[in-house]
C-alpha cells in the first residue's frame, strides 16, 4: 500500500514516459516544460509522469528519483474548471447529432418510399413510469 495520497495518484493516475531533457527544457505533447533544477540534466533520459486529463503539469524522475514537478509555461495561466470541461463535451455532443442527422437525411433521399412510409407509421416508444411497486405481502 502506498504511503501517501501523491504515491497513489502516481500508481493509478499518472502515464510515465521517457524523454530528454534539453537545453530549453523537456518537451512533451507539443509543450515546452523547463526547470532550473532539470539544467545538470541536459542530454540524460528522465521520465516524465503525467496525468492524461492534464497535460500542463508534469512530474519528472531521473533514475527512479523525483527531480521536480514542471508546469508548462504556455499554459500555466489557463485555469480550466469541471463546469468548462462539461460545456466542452455538451458542445461536441450537440455538433455530433447534428451531423448526424444531416447524414440521415441526406441518405434518406435515396431510400425506396416504402422504407420512409415504414419509418412514418413507427410505433412511439413506450413511456415507463418510475414508481415504487407494493404488494400485498409487503403490508
Same mark, same amino acid.
Given at each position: 500500500? *502506498? ?12 502515464? =510515465?514516459?521517457? !524523454? ?14 523547463? /526547470? *532550473?533544477? +532539470? =539544467? ?8 516524465? !509522469? ?14 527512479? !528519483? ?5 508546469? /508548462? *509555461? #504556455? !499554459? ?7 463546469? #468548462?470541461?462539461?460545456? =466542452?463535451?455538451? =458542445?461536441?455532443?450537440?455538433? +455530433? ?10 441518405? /434518406?433521399?435515396?431510400?425506396?418510399? /416504402?422504407?420512409? +412510409? ?13 414508481? +415504487? ?7
Amino acid at each position: 500500500m *502506498p504511503g501517501s495520497l501523491n504515491d497513489l495518484d502516481l500508481l493509478l493516475v499518472m502515464v =510515465a514516459k521517457p !524523454r530528454i531533457v534539453r537545453r530549453d527544457g523537456v518537451h512533451f505533447q507539443g509543450l515546452r516544460f523547463m /526547470s *532550473p533544477i +532539470l =539544467a545538470p540534466y541536459v542530454g540524460e533520459t528522465v521520465t516524465i !509522469r503525467y496525468d492524461p486529463r492534464d497535460f500542463g503539469e508534469i512530474q519528472v524522475f531521473h533514475n527512479n !528519483r523525483f527531480l521536480c514537478r514542471d508546469v /508548462s *509555461p #504556455d !499554459r500555466a495561466h489557463e485555469i480550466v474548471t469541471l463546469k #468548462d470541461i462539461q460545456m =466542452a463535451r455538451s =458542445a461536441h455532443r450537440r455538433a +455530433l447529432r447534428t451531423r448526424i442527422k444531416e447524414r440521415v437525411g441526406a441518405v /434518406s433521399e435515396y431510400l425506396p418510399e /416504402s422504407t420512409k +412510409l415504414r419509418r412514418a407509421t413507427a410505433k412511439p416508444a413506450i413511456k415507463r413510469h418510475n414508481t +415504487l411497486r407494493t404488494y400485498e405481502e409487503d403490508d
